[in-house]
């Protein structure tokens, strides 16, 4: 990759974090709301399909680095959980890993609930599932973004070269 080609990168990679965060903050907003209360089937819904961009806007980034890096994507029925592996993988001679296993194990969950937004109904969720998810959205975002601005710094070093 030439300077032009990873400064690009990285400015894609903090557009993503930029609309992460405010989703994140959409997210707040919903877990304030409902420590006292259940929400109500359209409100499960709103609250399960933001989680569910979360996982889609982190997924986004990642496809940003294994394409920009020239990893290139995997294949596969499975290929969401292993593009998550890989990224918890250093490539030598590429990329150091960019993010940290605990974060992959946090993120694990993000995969399979957006698997069940996808593949159920939006009256068959149940509000202990959406609720832990976004009970657990606090961790894995502050350590996803922790993990991200370090690999940043990967790719600005990279860039000055």
């Known amino acids: 990759m030439n300077e032009i080609e990873i400064r690009r990168l990285i400015i894609e990679i903090q557009d993503e974090l930029s609309e992460l965060a405010k989703g994140k903050a959409v997210l707040d907003e919903a877990q304030a709301q409902f420590a006292e209360r259940i929400p109500n089937p359209l409100e499960l819904s709103g609250i399960a399909l933001h989680l569910h961009d979360f996982y ?3 997924e986004n980034l990642f496809r940003r680095v294994a394409l920009g890096l020239g990893e290139g994507l995997p294949t596969g029925s499975d290929w969401h959980s292993r593009l998550l592996k890989n990224m918890a993988l250093p490539i030598p001679q590429v990329r150091p890993r960019v993010i940290a296993e605990e974060t992959q194990r946090e993120l694990e969950e993000f995969v399979r609930f957006r698997h069940l937004v996808r593949h159920t109904y939006g009256h068959d969720l149940k509000w202990g599932e959406v609720r832990d998810r976004l009970n657990s ?3 894995a975002y502050a350590h996803f ?4 601005e370090e690999f940043l710094s990967f790719l600005e070093a990279m860039a000055e070269g």
Request: charged fraction near 10%.
């Open 137 to 139: 959205l606090g961790s």
């Open 56 to 58: 889609n806007g982190v």
């Open 145 to 148: 973004v922790e993990n991200v």
